[in-house]
Nanobody, 119 residues
């Protein structure tokens, strides 16, 4: 099991930037696929981005391609989500998640951090 704690959310104007961080502890972080999800009010949780341990495989939702970047520092057991050119529709609770590289199930979740983008 991996314990995940997000930080970095907040209120930002449209066009601005935020960087979310997710600190992991527990099992070997390096071999986990790390992802960021978000859930807006009244909507289902959706995946935003994911990255394997080496960075050789990354995924971005179409809605954030070119604006968001997922990165990770395996030495510091931390994964980041750099969010640029934020839009009001990016407003959501953002969750960090982890799954073993051999699994398709996201097994560990953080508590979430609120991101609010105003006009």
């Amino acid at each position: 099991q991996v314990q995940l704690v997000e930080s970095g959310g907040g209120l930002v104007q449209a066009g601005g930037s935020l960087r979310l961080s997710c600190a992991a502890s527990g099992r070997t972080f390096s071999y986990y696929v790390m992802g960021w999800f978000r859930q807006a009010p009244g909507k289902e949780r959706e995946i935003v981005a994911a990255r394997n341990w080496s960075g050789s495989s990354t995924y971005y939702a179409d809605s954030v391609k070119g604006r968001f970047t997922i990165s990770r520092d395996n030495a510091k057991n931390t994964v980041f989500l750099q969010m640029n050119s934020l839009k009001p529709e990016d407003t959501a609770v953002y969750y960090c998640a982890a799954r073993p590289g051999s699994s398709t199930k996201w097994s560990d979740w953080g508590q979430g951090t609120q991101v609010t983008v105003s006009l």
